[in-house]
């Protein structure tokens, strides 16, 4: 079955700086590929996602990248804000089947 | 809760003790999925249905058992073979043939 692995578990950033987290999959035939920004005690949320058929999405400071040749994806978020620290999580799937999670990035972004 | 409740929210079990979470939704979704989250482990997938009076194993689904009845509540049974089950429990839907799940609120479960 589909493998998630994402990296690094933890970053730390200063306020304004870029952050990027990266993932990979390895299952060649998972076409789906979220990410989710979970804050302390709450639920996740989608924060952005793409399909296979595209090779990059943004949306203002957060973009997503996929590689499809070398299956893997990346989450950028310029412009750092002390808000955007939390969880964030990768993920993949085949088509709208269940979702196969990574297992996290802590971000901290600092004043 | 956005469409999906879970409940409750905390969740004390004794050991040998089965306990039960629920989870309804009212958004029509016809897919329920179940997680569970440890610290620095991410989401595993505990079991999923995607249609009503069936359901399927995930990676981690000894000692959990489901049922889906009604499309719209998929309750799970923490029973007295999960060896640790001290956890954070998701429970998430989706319709049919679309992308992205809508996650519920979550229930802390702590053995005592």
């Known amino acids: 079955g589909e493998n998630v692995e994402q990296h690094p578990s933890t970053l730390s950033v200063q306020e304004g700086d870029s952050a990027v987290i990266k993932c990979t999959y390895s299952?060649?035939?998972?076409?789906?590929f979220p990410w989710y920004k979970q804050e302390l005690g709450k639920r996740p949320q989608l924060i952005i996602d793409?399909?296979?058929?595209?090779g990059e999405k943004k949306d203002q400071r957060i973009a997503v990248t996929l590689n499809k040749t070398a299956k893997h994806f990346s989450l950028h978020i310029t412009e750092t804000q002390p808000e955007d620290s939390a969880v964030y999580f990768c993920?993949?799937?085949?088509?709208?089947?269940?979702?196969?999670f990574g297992t996290g990035t802590r971000l901290q972004v600092f004043p | 809760d956005g469409g999906i409740t879970q409940s409750p929210k905390y969740l004390f079990r004794k050991e040998g003790q089965n306990v039960t979470l629920s989870c309804e939704q009212n958004?029509?979704?016809?897919?329920m999925y179940w997680y569970r989250q440890d610290p620095g482990q991410g989401l595993r997938l505990i079991y999923y249905?995607?249609?009503?009076?069936?359901?399927q194993k995930g990676d981690i689904a000894e000692g959990y058992s489901v049922s889906r009845e009604k499309k719209e509540s998929f309750p799970l049974t923490v029973t007295s073979a999960q060896k640790n089950p001290t956890a954070f429990y998701l429970c998430?839907?989706?319709?049919?043939?679309?992308?992205?799940?809508?996650f519920g609120s979550g229930t802390r479960l702590t053995v005592v």
């Open positions: 998430a839907s989706t319709p049919r043939g679309i992308y992205g799940y809508t």
């Open positions: 299952d060649s035939a998972s076409n789906y």
């Open positions: 793409i399909r296979s058929n595209v």
């Open positions: 993920a993949a799937s085949m088509n709208t089947d269940k979702l196969i």
């Open positions: 958004l029509n979704h016809d897919a």
């Open positions: 249905s995607q249609i009503v009076n069936d359901f």
